[in-house]
Each structure stands twice: as structure tokens, then as C-alpha cells.
């Protein structure tokens, strides 16, 4: 059985999750197929520089017309570049009722320094 994803903080993404996960979390949330869902709110020409497989890509801008296409039955990990706008999506999806939004601290660059060295920044 796949443990649950564990959040910087040691509590599980889920319905009362905290607002935050590190790439080593979320990498092994991957590896151990916990069910979830990364959510990319970049534009697609910096997804074209990088990107994590199998996620689902939601410009920031885009959000609020469709936001009620993500399912609340599962972990969302909301990604960007460095994290920033990617927390704004994710305090704007809790408001929205969506309790399990997290957001992935760091982004592609923190992905790219602890994760996968081979994935590019810019």
C-alpha cells in the first residue's frame, strides 16, 4: 500500500492540507503512484523550456474561467516557474473550495535543483 504524500511539515495533501509541498515530497508522492494531479499555471512557451511529465497545463490567467474542470476528489499540486504565482493559484483554489490544492514550493527551479538536474531553467 503507497504510503500518503507527506508535506514538508510530516501531514498528508488532502482535505487538510497545508499549503505547501518540496519537490523531494512530491517526487516521491510520484514514485509511490499516490493519486494526484500537478497542475502547471505557466504559459505555454515556458513549458516548452521545462516541464513535468503528466501534468495538466492551466495558465494563471485562465484559471478563474476554468477552474471548476479540476476535480476535488484528489491532491492538486499547483506548479510555475518559482512558486510564486503558483501560491497565488493555490490560495485562490482553497478559496474556491478546493482544500486540496498545494502549491510546490520552489517550482521548476527547486524541482530542477532537487529533483531532476537535467530539467532546464530560464
Given at each position: ?6 508535506s514538508d ?12 509541498i518540496d ?24 513549458l ?10 492551466l495558465?494563471?490567467g ?17 506548479l ?12 485562490w483554489l ?7 490544492a ?21
Open positions: 500500500m503507497a504510503r500518503e504524500a507527506q511539515t510530516g501531514q498528508g495533501v488532502g482535505p487538510e492540507a497545508p499549503v505547501e519537490p523531494v515530497n512530491l517526487n516521491r508522492m510520484r514514485q509511490d503512484r499516490v493519486d494526484h494531479l500537478v497542475v502547471d499555471v505557466r504559459e505555454q512557451w515556458e516548452e523550456i521545462a516541464s513535468l511529465q503528466d501534468s495538466l497545463h495558465p494563471l485562465d484559471l478563474p474561467a476554468r477552474y471548476t474542470e479540476l476535480p476535488k476528489d484528489r491532491p492538486l499540486v499547483v510555475c516557474r518559482t512558486g510564486r504565482r503558483s501560491l497565488q493559484a493555490t490560495m482553497r478559496a474556491q473550495g478546493y482544500g486540496n498545494v502549491n510546490l514550493r520552489g517550482g521548476v527551479h527547486l524541482w530542477s535543483d532537487q529533483v531532476d538536474p537535467a530539467m532546464r531553467k530560464y
